[in-house]
């Protein structure tokens, strides 16, 4: 089936150091979405790429989207305790009607 | 910004009984609603797809009869879990699409069933 695979699953970093997390579908996607879950919380929206080969930034935050549609990765510059969570990426999937697919998740933990 | 409630946030309930879960859209009405199950440290599994007026669209290895979804209107959806089990221990937690908006979703605050 369907599968977004998610990497690494547990990051530590000192507070200042940068941060990456990937995504690789084993489909094209219709679109990549970033969630950001906080210990104990829900999943909060943070951003959609859709387009081939997408760049956005928030702040510290850059989203890529592959060529492909395939893959993404999300990189926050110089951590912050603030950053702590687990971060999900979810694929859409065409003809599925709003579905998502998520990725295992990255959590990040950020040491002051 | 767009508001998903979902009650109860925790229950904790006997072996063979049943426990209902809602989730509603507080300020939009939401065309489909999805129903996942988390556990700790992991992701998000979709457990079925719930379209207001119709029946719900099951995962994979999801038993219908034991998760009962129902989607009566456009800002609620239910979901029943049957004749609980421990092994139905988990974090339940709804989302919500709402139209035009690029099926981004809205997510409720989750449901810690604990079945003892």
């Known amino acids: 089936g369907q599968q977004v695979m998610q990497i690494p699953q547990y990051q530590h970093v000192q507070e200042g150091e940068d941060f990456t997390t990937y995504c690789n579908s084993s489909?094209?996607?219709?679109?990549i979405q970033w969630y950001k879950q906080r210990p104990g919380g829900h999943p909060v929206f943070l951003i959609q790429?859709?387009?081939?080969?997408e760049v956005k930034k928030q702040k510290r935050l850059t989203f890529q989207f592959g060529e492909a549609k395939k893959n993404s990765s999300l990189h926050i510059t110089a951590t912050q305790t603030t950053d702590v969570g687990t971060y999900f990426c979810?694929?859409?999937?065409?003809?599925?009607?709003?579905?998502?697919?998520f990725g295992q998740g990255t959590e990040l933990s950020v040491k002051p | 910004g767009a508001v998903v409630s979902q009650h109860p946030s925790w229950v904790i309930c006997k072996s063979g009984t049943s426990v209902k879960i809602e989730c509603r859209s507080l300020?939009?009405?939401?065309?489909?609603m999805f129903w996942y199950r988390q556990f700790p440290k992991q992701s998000l599994m979709l457990m079925a797809t719930?379209?207001?007026?119709?029946?719900?669209?099951?995962e994979q290895g999801v038993e219908k009869d034991k998760f009962l979804i129902n989607h009566a209107s456009l800002t609620l959806s239910t979901l029943t879990v049957t004749s609980a089990h421990p092994e139905d221990s988990s974090f339940y937690i709804c989302?919500?699409?709402?139209?035009?908006?690029?099926?981004?979703?809205?997510f409720g605050s989750g449901t810690q069933l604990s079945v003892l």
């Open positions: 989302s919500a699409k709402r139209a035009r908006y690029n099926e981004k979703l809205f």
């Open positions: 489909t094209t996607l219709s679109n």
């Open positions: 719930s379209n207001e007026g119709s029946k719900a669209t099951y």
């Open positions: 979810a694929g859409g999937i065409y003809n599925q009607g709003g579905k998502l697919i």
């Open positions: 790429l859709v387009k081939s080969g």
């Open positions: 300020d939009f009405q939401a065309t489909t």
